[in-house]
Every structure is written in C-alpha cells, then in structure tokens.
Nanobody, 126 residues
Framework: QVQLVESGGGLVQAGGSLRLSCVAS????????MGWFRQAPGKEREIVAA????????YYVDSVKGRFTISRDNAKNTVYLQMNSLKPEDTAVYYC???????????????????WGKGSLVTVSS
C-alpha cells in the first residue's frame, strides 16, 4: 500500500500561481500511475490531471489545459501540479491519487483511484 501526503496549497489571488506536491511512501513510486483530483464545495470530485509511470504521457481535464502542468520525479517519489493563471473556479480541495494497475488514461476515464492523500485546500480570490 502506498501513502500519499500533499503540500503546497493556500490562498492566492486570481491570475496567480501555486505548486502542489505529493510525496509517496511505502511502495515503489514508479510502479504507480499518479493523478490529481479536486472537489469544490457542493460539487462532485473531478479529475484534474494524470501522469503515466514514466512521466512521458499526461492527461488534463479541459478546464485546466494550458494552465496546469502535472509532472513527477521518480527519484524523489514526488508528483507535482503546477497551477498558473488561477481562477476563482479553481478553488477546491486538491487530492493526490495513485493506481498500481492500469494506465493514467484509465484513471481519467473511471475518475477514481485506489489510493488517496488527505487533500490540500486551494483558495483563489477574485
């Protein structure tokens, strides 16, 4: 089983940037597909981005394309989400997620994952 711990959330003005980090422990990090999900108040959880085991392939939900970048450093057991040009509608709790089996595209299709972090709050003020 893998444990996930997010960091980097906070309060930022619209148009600003934040970088979320998620450190994994407990298993071989490179064996896992990684993703970022978010849940805004009163809304369903949605996938934001996902990345393949090697980092060579990524997926983004349409609403963040061109603004967010997911990346991973397998030597540091860490996945990142760089968020630029933030909008008030990006306000949510952001969750790091991991799957041992399947692809990052499969994670995006099923909109879920096997392992989850506790979440990091991102608040974008207008």
């Amino acid at each position: 089983q893998v444990q996930l711990v997010e960091s980097g959330g906070g309060l930022v003005q619209a148009g600003g940037s934040l970088r979320l980090s998620c450190v994994a422990s407990g298993r071989t990090f490179s064996d896992y597909v990684m993703g970022w999900f978010r849940q805004a108040p009163g809304k369903e959880r949605e996938i934001v981005a996902a990345i393949s085991r090697t980092g060579g392939s990524t997926y983004y939900v349409d609403s963040v394309k061109g603004r967010f970048t997911i990346s991973r450093d397998n030597a540091k057991n860490t996945v990142y989400l760089q968020m630029n040009s933030l909008k008030p509608e990006d306000t949510a709790v952001y969750y790091c997620a991991a799957d041992r089996f399947g692809s990052h595209q499969a994670m995006a299709v099923r909109r879920s994952a096997d392992y989850w972090g506790k979440g990091s709050l991102v608040t974008v003020s207008s």
